[in-house]
Each structure stands twice: as C-alpha cells, then as structure tokens.
C-alpha cells in the first residue's frame, strides 16, 4: 500500500516536472534570441558594429543560453519518463539524438559568438578588420542557422511522430509539428527569426499535453499512466487496463 502510493506520487509529480522545464526553457531561449536578434543582424558578413554598442546585452542573452539547455535537457528526461514503455526504439533513439545534437550546436555557436566579444574586448583596433572575425561570425551564423535550425526540425518530427504513436497529446498537435518542422527544414537560411518557431513550438505543444493531463486527474482523480493521455489505442493495446492502478482512499 505505501509503495503504491509513492509510486502515484511520483507519477503526478512528473507532470510538474515537464511544465516547469518547458516553460524555462522556452521562456530562456526566447529572451537570449530576441536579445541577441535585435543586436546582430543575420548577416554573417556584416562588419561588426554591435560589439561597440551591444557587446554587454549580447553577453547577456549568450549567458542565458547555459540554463536554457540545462531546462531542455530535463525535458527531454522528463519526456522519457513520462513515455514509459511505449516508447519506440527507433524513434526514441532520433528523438534522443536530435535534441542532444540541438543543444551541442546551440553551445557551439553561443561559444564562438562569446569568444568574439572577449577577443575584441582585449584588441578592438585590430578584431574586426580581421579574417578571424569574419570566419568567426560566419561559423556562428552557419552553426546556428544551418545545423541547430535542422537538428531542432528533426527534433519535432520525431516528437510528433511519438505523439502520433502514443496519443499522449491530440493528433492535431502531431501534424502542427509537422507542418513546423518542414518550414524549419528548408528556410533555415531565408526566414530570420525562423528558430524562435522551436521554443514556440515546445511551449505550445505540451501546454496541451499539460492539460489533458489535468483533464485526465479530473475525471478519473485515482488513476495513474505512464503518459497522461491513457485513452489512445496504442496505451490500451500496450498495456490492458490491468496497467491502470487505482489508489485506494
């Protein structure tokens, strides 16, 4: 009876878990871009004027950057967790890989642009008529717009392809990632601001999960699942309604 009720505590605290990363790092990731996004222009030859006016508030939104991953990293575990065993191998495995390589190239590229800011802090005369800068600027421009804008399309793609799989969020949201993660794809180089639709995309996406989740303690408040959305085939043909405890009072 104790282990039992342990166990339903640590299913309902899961949840929680999942909306306080979420929201951090979408809400971290957001602030750093529109800070940074307002300073640099997306250009990876431009000359280098921000670092005599905006050098302090990029150095801001690139140290917001270290905890945005930090809160992406613990939703991403969350996530897992709260997949259980219904979690597909090969999709897992893209699901995992892709949002390890998003955070990798998001480090790489704050990295490279931080490493400006010190080096023209220690020889502004000498910095921006360089060759360095300008193979830096455009390694961070490349990395960041290239390489992290896919890895996080892939990211969506498997997230959605999961959905789909587990029902752990209504379908529409499964399709809405979709039609994202192809935007993403294919005009990383042409549209802006087009990252700030992966942070968007995470808030929205298990804001709605977030809610079925309640919907589903609501109406059935003794029942716990590995994911919060226990009514999708794929739940049922998986585990059986042996699966679903109930707590006694």
């Not at 166990?7 to 909306?19: D, E, Q, S, Y």
């Not at 023209?120 to 960041?144: C, D, H, Q, W």
């Not at 789909?164 to 935007?183: E, K, M, N, Q, S």
Request: proline share 5%; aromatic share 12%; with cysteine.
């Amino acid at each position: 009876m104790k282990q039992e009720a342990n166990l339903i505590r640590a299913r309902l605290k899961t949840p929680r878990a999942a909306a306080v990363a979420r929201i951090l790092f979408s809400v971290l990731l957001i602030t750093g871009l529109l800070l940074f996004r307002h300073s640099v222009r997306a250009d990876p030859l431009e000359a280098g004027a921000w670092l005599k006016t905006s050098s302090n508030r990029i150095a801001l939104a690139l140290n917001l950057v270290p905890f945005a991953g930090i809160a992406f990293l613990w939703f991403i575990g969350v996530l897992r967790d709260r997949l259980g065993e219904l979690e597909d191998r090969f999709f897992a495995t893209v699901f995992l890989g892709s949002g390890l390589l998003f955070l990798a190239m998001l480090f790489a590229s704050a990295a490279v642009a931080g490493g400006i800011i010190i080096a023209y802090a220690a020889k502004p005369e000498g910095l921006l008529n360089s060759a360095t800068f300008t193979f830096a600027r455009a390694v961070t421009y490349e990395i960041m717009n290239l390489y992290a804008v896919k890895m996080a399309a892939v990211f969506m793609i498997s997230t959605s392809t999961l959905t789909i799989r587990t029902g752990f969020t209504p379908r529409w949201t499964a399709f809405l990632g979709f039609a994202c993660a192809l935007l993403m794809l294919f005009s990383g180089r042409y549209i802006e601001w087009i990252i700030l639709v992966f942070p968007l995309w995470v808030l929205k996406e298990f804001t709605q999960a977030a809610k079925q989740a309640a919907e589903a303690r609501l109406t059935s408040p003794g029942i716990w699942s590995p994911i919060p959305y226990p009514r999708s085939p794929a739940f049922r043909k998986a585990f059986g309604a042996s699966s679903i405890k109930r707590a006694k009072p």
